[in-house]
């Protein structure tokens, strides 16, 4: 039991990020396994180990270099305030609030393919939420025609 959990909850640090159960993986080759970890909020958090055991994996997967590398995924979970940086609709979010920040500050010529970026991530917005209710894809072109106006 560290100190900071020894404390009653009301002056208890927050969990600022936490990992649950995170394996990463370069291609077939898993490096890190079911990894568990929660760093407070205003504490000093330090990772100690020896060469070549995961540090520097684990430190790129919470700040997410590593999806920057051909072959590797990660399972699991790393919540940042309570939201899970992995899940692919964070991606899509994301993404939709950048191009419409870059929308509104574009110039004409380039309106037109700010808007095009947006309608495809429309659309791939609209693939994980049909996907998260279990729609095949035919039930999905009746909901987007139902939509339709």
């Given at each position: 039991m560290t100190i900071a959990t020894s404390l009653p909850p009301a002056v208890r640090p927050m969990d600022k990020l936490e990992a649950i159960d995170l394996d990463f993986f370069y291609g077939a080759n898993q490096v890190l396994f079911s990894i568990s970890v929660s760093v407070l909020e205003r504490q000093i958090t330090a990772l100690i180990g020896?060469?070549?055991?995961?540090?520097?994996?684990?430190?790129?997967?919470?700040?997410?270099?590593?999806?920057?590398?051909?072959?590797?995924?990660?399972?699991?979970?790393?919540?940042?305030?309570?939201?899970?940086?992995?899940?692919?609709?964070?991606?899509?979010?994301?993404?939709?609030?950048?191009?419409?920040?870059?929308?509104?500050?574009?110039?004409?010529r380039d309106r037109e393919l700010y808007q095009r970026q947006i309608d495809a991530t429309d659309q791939e917005i609209d693939r994980l939420v049909y996907n998260l209710y279990g729609l095949m894809e035919n039930e999905c072109s009746v909901a987007v025609e139902l939509m339709r106006p």
């Open positions: 020896p060469s070549g055991c995961g540090k520097s994996t684990f430190l790129r997967c919470l700040n997410r270099m590593n999806d920057t590398i051909a072959g590797t995924r990660a399972q699991g979970q790393i919540l940042l305030d309570g939201k899970d940086i992995l899940d692919p609709a964070m991606n899509v979010v994301e993404q939709m609030l950048q191009l419409h920040k870059r929308l509104a500050a574009a110039s004409e």
